[in-house]
């Protein structure tokens, strides 16, 4: 298993290096655009006395006269401080005061990298401190947002910063834990990605290292330790100094973001008691909003622009009339409204799992979720999910159920949710469950999947399992089924079944199991 891990993890270096370094070269011209009048380049002074390479792009014309609402723009994980100067220049033509900054131990900036610690938070404050001194920034209309690294930064600021009023924070997280560990399982991608392009970019401290190590190894004495250093970099920590400080809050994400599933952001948009809106759309990790940074049209950067517009200039655009809950499914249409996030699912369907299933463990079924990027990103491009033909799947290391053919379009939209009972005969163990889109011919295409791993279980001994999948909005077209596809192997998790493990599904007579799928309205 531990060459695996370090296959895995060699893998995604190599692919996502690349990937970042074209990135990098595609933001060229946007670095040589900081030449124009109103774009510099400063040293600014971070925590501890921290040197964070940032650029500023004012208003064409500022003078000093006036004071102009104040952007600020931590960059995402690995990339330069060039990454937003495309939309800093269109919020400045806007009449916004915009500071990019590079974010510690990345790039040219100092320090290392603390992963949304405690430093790079008081980080944030010191880079207003200086915008307000040496830029005509209001002090009363002071905004953040940022992708990814930066949106995350951004949230964890305005839990601790009062003078943020309105935040947009597009790709990032709410609960570091749920996102990267959720069921109890290490999404090794995803951490590889991000360990990889940080050895790339920057300099880990020697505490993230530390973290990243135990993290592969699975080292179970370490895990609260873990989950207190992740739950101390989660804004959902904070949720009740969010709400007290106010600030007005805008969360985009896509349905298939490898690094930060949608249930972790849903889940703390529902806890927000201030001003606040939530978009979804399809893709991965931060591609929603990557045409915006070459300057191309992009909606959610129009958006982004709006929210500020009426929370730091009192636009009257009517962002805030709007129904707080847009998403777009991954299917097709245009964006769907809605009040609140409960409101998306109108009704659930009871997809019974009749029947005792003994599954064989440490094989791969075929049945899986996906490279990290690649899939979701061929689906929001080409409307092409990892794929699976369910007839096919060898029933030996993969567990089936499927529904009926439906008469209509089935609208799945929100969380499915899993019910069953196990009897491993192991006391640690990973099984992960997906919900396929299953055509006339048993081709299926995956619609969400999550994994669940336990430890300390005695073997032989049932127990009631109960997980959540990722969530998604997704169209099953008439004459079409929904399968659930279980099994024990997949290239996204590090799994924990010994060799020979055998797990038994069962549905007892006082407490059957099911898996229940929310639909929107037909």
């Not at 192991?426 to 336990?454: C, N, R």
């Amino acid at each position: 298993m531990g060459h695996r891990r370090a296959s895995v993890r060699t893998a995604a270096v190599t692919a996502v290096s690349a990937t970042l370094f074209a990135a990098a070269a595609g933001l060229a011209p946007a670095a040589q655009a900081a030449g124009t009048p109103g774009v510099r380049f400063v040293d600014i002074t971070g925590d501890g006395g921290t040197v964070l390479k940032a650029n500023v792009v004012t208003p064409a014309g500022a003078d000093g006269s006036r004071a102009y609402p104040l952007i600020v723009l931590p960059t995402s994980w690995s990339l330069p401080q060039v990454e937003y100067l495309a939309q800093a220049q269109k919020l400045a033509d806007a009449g916004y005061v915009v500071l990019t900054y590079n974010v510690r131990g990345f790039w040219q900036s100092g320090g290392r990298i603390e992963v949304a610690g405690p430093p790079d938070v008081a980080d944030a404050s010191k880079v207003i401190d200086w915008a307000l001194a040496n830029t005509p920034a209001d002090p009363r209309h002071v905004g953040m947002a940022g992708v990814s690294y930066g949106a995350g930064i951004s949230l964890l600021a305005a839990a601790h910063d009062k003078r943020i009023k309105a935040v947009a924070a597009l790709s990032g997280w709410a609960d570091l834990i749920d996102s990267i560990y959720s069921g109890r399982t290490q999404h090794v991608q995803a951490a590889a990605l991000l360990d990889g392009t940080a050895t790339v970019t920057g300099r880990e401290s020697p505490e993230v290292r530390d973290v990243f190590d135990h993290f592969y190894a699975s080292d179970l004495s370490r895990e609260q330790e873990m989950i207190a250093w992740g739950r101390k970099r989660s804004v959902a920590t904070y949720v009740d100094q969010l709400n007290k400080n106010g600030a007005a809050l805008m969360l985009a994400n896509a349905w298939g973001d490898s690094i930060f599933p949608v249930n972790q952001y849903a889940d703390f948009y529902e806890k927000l008691k201030v001003p606040k809106r939530l978009e979804l759309r399809p893709g991965d990790h931060a591609t929603p909003e990557l045409t915006g940074l070459f300057g191309l049209p992009n909606d959610i950067w129009t958006d982004t622009e709006r929210w500020f517009d009426h929370y730091l200039k009192g636009a009257g655009n009517g962002i805030d009339h709007e129904q707080p809950v847009q998403l777009k499914s991954r299917s097709a249409g245009g964006y769907e409204g809605y009040p609140d996030w409960k409101s998306i699912a109108a009704t659930r369907r009871k997809l019974a799992l009749a029947g005792s299933t003994t599954l064989h463990t440490n094989v791969d079924s075929g049945a899986d979720g996906g490279v990290v990027f690649l899939s979701s990103i061929l689906d929001q491009v080409a409307h092409l999910p990892p794929m699976a033909a369910i007839p096919l799947l060898p029933r030996r290391w993969a567990a089936v159920w499927q529904s009926e053919r439906y008469g209509s379009t089935q609208k799945v939209r929100g969380t499915a949710t899993l019910h069953t009972t196990l009897t491993p005969t192991a006391e640690s163990g990973t099984f992960i469950a997906y919900l396929y889109d299953v055509g006339p011919l048993g081709l299926g295409k995956l619609v969400t999947h999550a994994p669940y791993t336990w430890h300390g279980r005695t073997p032989g001994e049932p127990f009631g399992v109960d997980l959540d999948l990722f969530s998604t909005a997704y169209d099953v077209p008439a004459g079409h089924r929904l399968a659930l596809v279980v099994d024990t192997v997949d290239p996204l998790y590090i799994e924990h079944n010994p060799s020979g493990a055998q797990l038994t599904f069962s549905s007892p007579s006082d407490d059957p199991s099911y898996v229940s799928v929310p639909l929107g309205e037909q």
